[in-house]
């Protein structure tokens, strides 16, 4: 009977993220299996090689749609936007990172990862944000179309994830304010 694992592969790939995005994919195994406290046949064990580790640990999980985009009862259609954007911002603060190590690593192509790549467009969360947005838009709280203001909300909300990402210090609140102000003044009703 083997051994029971004393740390889970989520917990090695955890570390081997943080060293990918710290050092980049040069990093080598040894010190990813260091850091991790393990030895390096173990990670060979467990991932069969360094690509297959680096691809498992840089593919991003797929976002939870639904909890990026909800609405709470009864807020206003800015309160909304301004809670939705928020929540875009850390969700590609999280990502943008992580796909960038993985867009540069030297074997890339699309199809190694496979049924993820198709959570990391767009239109999922732009069909998703749209059916909350046509609410308000029914109800007279912003003008529509619904559409039109999903995909600048995911924009908007890239940008500054973008800008939070690559331009210390980080976002702050009154850019993220100001920002909405703009996109508020052509939505609202």
């Known amino acids: 009977m083997p051994r029971p694992k004393k740390i889970s592969d989520e917990a090695i790939l955890a570390v081997a993220r943080t060293c990918f995005r710290t050092h980049g994919h040069s990093v080598s195994t040894r010190d990813i299996a260091k850091e991790v406290g393990i030895s390096q046949a173990v990670l060979y064990q467990r991932f ?15 976002p939870n749609v639904e909890a990026l985009v909800a609405a709470a009862p009864g807020v206003s259609a800015r309160v909304y936007l301004e809670a939705v954007t928020q929540r875009l911002i850390v969700h590609f603060e999280e990502h943008i990172p ?7 690593y030297p074997g890339f192509a699309p199809e190694m990862i496979g049924d ?3 959570h990391l467009r767009a239109a999922p969360l732009i069909a998703a944000l749209t059916q909350q947005i046509e609410p308000f838009v029914a109800a007279g709280e ?14 908007l909300a890239h940008t500054m994830g973008m800008h939070a990402m690559m331009t210390p210090p980080l976002l702050r609140p009154e850019h993220v ?3 909405l102000d703009v996109l508020w003044s052509g939505v609202a009703p």
């Open 98 to 104: 992580v796909v960038m190590h993985l867009m540069t």
């Open 142 to 155: 912003m003008a529509g179309p619904a559409e039109g203001t999903a995909t600048a909300v995911l924009s």
């Open 116 to 118: 993820a790549h198709e």
């Open 48 to 62: 069969g090689g360094k690509e297959q580790m680096f691809l498992r640990a840089m593919v991003p999980t797929p």
């Open 177 to 179: 304010k100001s920002a």
